[in-house]
T-cell receptor
Framework: DTGVSQDPRHKITKRGQNVTFRCDPI?????LYWYRQTLGQGPEFLTY????????KSRLLSDRFSAERPKGSFSTLEIQRTEQGDSAMYLC?????????????FGPGTRLTVL | AQSVTQPDIHITVSEGASLELRCNYS??????LFWYVQSPGQGLQLLLK??????LVQGIKGFEAEFKRSQSSFNLRKPSVHWSDAAEYFC???????????FGKGTHLIIQP
């Protein structure tokens, strides 16, 4: 399978704990995006990378959230001191090129439940 | 700021009937417009996209969409739906710059046998 992969697929944690998600984009895709999707809503943009550089962060991305893409390949999204409001599906997407018009290929998502 | 409105939360259509899903956008210029589909247990998949040129665009799975600048709309259509089309459909906008995609809230499509 050469699509976007995410790990884990499900994560249950207690409030206050830290969690980290991983995204492996399609090989050679230079752009990588993170989105969050809550029940009954469309995905909301969080941040994106072009190669290893984080170029934009949404105001939704509070100080408890941090994302990295150290070598321009896989990316991690960490949430510190989780809150119940962080419960959502976290989606990763990748694309090739330098325009947001290029197709973004989405992974299956990581579903986070904060108890 | 750019935004997308999908006025229908749920739509029920009989199998074999035609379909139209509505989408209105707000943006200062001509945006990039997309329709994505999300099926249970599957990731989001691009159906079609538009930026310029012919205002009627064809996509995968027999879908098409028409851009109407005067109405700020980008409605999705299919002449005859199949049970496998049951899914969540998102109208999406991008400003064409460095921003990520802005999704509508989605329309849940139910297919009646």
């Amino acid at each position: 399978d050469t699509g976007v992969s995410q790990d884990p697929r499900h994560k249950i944690t207690k409030r206050g704990q830290n969690v980290t998600f991983r995204c492996d984009p399609i090989s050679e895709h230079n752009r990588l995006y993170w989105y969050r999707q809550t029940l009954g809503q469309g995905p909301e943009f969080l941040t994106y990378f072009q190669n290893e550089a984080q170029l934009e962060k949404s105001r939704l991305l509070s100080d408890r959230f941090s994302a990295e893409r150290p070598k321009g390949s896989f990316s991690t999204l960490e949430i510190q001191r989780t809150e119940q409001g962080d419960s959502a599906m976290y989606l990763c997407a990748s694309s090739l090129g330098a325009s947001s018009y290029n197709e973004q290929f989405f992974g299956p998502g990581t579903r986070l439940t904060v108890l | 700021a750019q935004s997308v409105t999908q006025p229908d939360i749920h739509i029920t259509v009989s199998e074999g009937a035609s379909l139209e899903l509505r989408c209105n956008y707000s943006y200062g210029a001509t945006p990039y417009l997309f329709w994505y589909v999300q099926s249970p247990g599957q990731g989001l998949q691009l159906l079609l996209k538009y930026f310029s040129g012919d205002t009627l665009v064809q996509g995968i799975k027999g879908f098409e969409a028409e851009f109407k600048r005067s109405q700020s709309s980008f409605n999705l259509r299919k002449p005859s739906v199949h049970w496998s089309d049951a899914a969540e459909y998102f109208c999406v906008i991008s400003g064409g710059g460095a921003d990520g995609l802005t999704f509508g809230k989605g329309t849940h499509l139910i297919i009646q046998p």
